[in-house]
């Protein structure tokens, strides 16, 4: 499936598991989200996100967003948006 590069992570939050992600284009509520780097590789649908701790269901270009994943992410991981 394509992919296009949304942006970056920043930080990473063992509790609760978030990620910081600085935005490079438009990510919503519902999007599939690839994030890859050196020893990170994971698929996961946005099913929440924040900015400074308020709920939103859409960020923007250089946004700094807060997302909920599944396991460990590390700054400098690269943040692709799945197209169909």
């Not at 050196?38 to 701790?53: A, E, L």
């Not at 859409?58 to 943040?79: A, E, F, N, Q």
Request: negative net charge; charged residues 25%; proline residues 5%.
């Amino acid at each position: 499936m394509p992919e296009n590069n949304i942006g970056y992570v920043t930080d990473f939050f063992a509790k609760p598991v978030v990620a910081g992600i600085k935005l490079d284009g438009t990510l919503s509520i519902g999007d599939s989200i690839h994030i890859i780097g050196r020893t990170t590789n994971m698929v996961i649908v946005v099913d929440s996100m924040q900015i400074d701790g308020a709920n939103i269901t859409k960020g923007d270009k250089d946004d700094l967003i807060g997302l909920k994943v599944p396991d460990r992410v590390r700054p400098g991981d690269k943040v692709y948006i799945i197209t169909e």
